[in-house]
């Protein structure tokens, strides 16, 4: 008799192993996203295809920022303008994954769970108020001088590295089971309160 209630325990023990809670499944989602490991962010949603990360969005920053014409610069000065510009586009990524939550609620619904989730994001709009008094623009920068493309980006740099007012906002994550696990429906929601603040921080290149 003990060793049938053993075999019990064990197979319900693994059971509750390999079915997370819809509030575990969401905040390993959140995890993954914060540690920028996207492979594994794609695993917890329905439909993981789907998923646009803000990395590609800053990819796509990049290209077509290196086809603004810089008037003025050399090709040695633009050289230097479009390496500074990628690392710092890099940095504003990270700052714009640099969030934190809260899961507030969790509601059973007809087809699966609803997760309130509130993200307390870096406030990109703060940032550019930051900036309104730098006259300096990217987009227009006519000198040649390495000297004042380095002073340039270490400003704005270090105006980065001073954001840190935030801001909440609120998203409502649908789960439901697939295959006796939960998986989430609207996982690319996320990205539009992720890459607002990203949008705001390399605003200034088109400034």
């Known amino acids: 008799m003990k060793k049938v209630i053993t075999i019990i325990l064990t197979l319900l023990l693994l059971v509750g192993c ?15 996203l914060k540690s ?8 917890y949603m329905v439909n993981g295809k789907s998923f646009f990360s803000v990395e590609n969005f800053a ?16 090709e040695k000065s633009e050289e ?64 040649n001088s390495e000297e004042d493309i380095q002073s340039y980006f270490e400003d704005l740099n270090n105006k980065l590295d001073s954001c840190t007012v935030e801001t909440t906002r609120t998203l409502k994550l649908k789960l439901v089971k697939v295959d006796g696990n939960y998986k989430i429906e609207n996982g690319v929601e ?12 390399v605003e200034v290149f088109s400034r």
């Open 18 to 32: 390999s079915n997370d809670s819809s509030k575990k499944v969401v905040e390993n989602y959140l995890e993954s």
């Open 190 to 201: 996320i990205n539009d309160i992720l890459i607002e603040p990203f949008s705001n921080f």
């Open 80 to 143: 230097l303008i479009l390496s500074l510009a990628k690392k710092y586009i890099e940095k504003a990524v990270e700052k714009s994954m640099d969030f934190n939550y809260e899961i507030v609620e969790e509601v059973k619904t007809n087809s699966g769970v609803e997760v309130t989730v509130n993200l307390n994001v870096l406030d990109g709009e703060k940032f550019i108020e930051s900036l309104e008094n730098n006259e300096s623009q990217l987009s227009t920068i006519s000198t």
């Open 59 to 74: 990819d796509s920053v990049f290209e077509g920022y290196k086809r603004v014409n810089l008037k003025g610069t050399d």
């Open 36 to 43: 920028m490991d996207y492979e594994s962010t794609k695993t």
